[in-house]
């Protein structure tokens, strides 16, 4: 059973950073690609990140880019999301889903099908 599990979420003053962690089970990263979401209070689900397994192409937010980064532990079977000079505005739940191989639209929710239970990051001014 392909499975993911988010951790790592929690309080950050204005500028600090997080390393959020997606361990996966049930399948490798070069089968499947991880993408990374959030959603606030009232706002609709958005993409953040994503890494295709297939090429290595990557996808980033504009809001994100230049700030957050993705990196893998093969060992671990587990994807990183560092995020750096964290914003107010990041504050949200982020959760990481596994999509296809390649992903057309990695921005979008619907191309992934498995999904963590989400961590809560929150970002102080």
């Known amino acids: 059973e392909v499975q993911v599990v988010e951790s790592g979420g929690g309080l950050v003053q204005a500028g600090g950073s997080l390393r959020l962690s997606c361990a996966a089970s049930?399948?490798?990263?070069?089968?499947?690609?991880i993408g990374w979401f959030r959603q606030a209070p009232g706002k609709e689900r958005e993409g953040v990140s994503c890494?295709?397994?297939?090429?290595?192409?990557?996808y980033y937010a504009d809001s994100v880019k230049g700030r957050f980064s993705i990196s893998n532990d093969n060992a671990k079977n587990t994807q990183y999301l560092q995020m750096n000079s964290l914003k107010p505005e990041d504050t949200a739940v982020y959760y990481c889903?596994?999509?296809?191989?390649?992903?057309?639209?990695?921005?979008?929710?619907?191309?992934?099908?498995?999904w963590g239970q989400g961590t809560q990051v929150t970002v102080s001014s």
């Open positions: 889903a596994v999509g296809p191989v390649w992903v057309p639209a990695p921005w979008d929710p619907k191309w992934f099908d498995s």
């Open positions: 890494v295709s397994s297939s090429d290595g192409t990557s």
């Open positions: 049930g399948f490798t990263f070069d089968d499947y690609a």
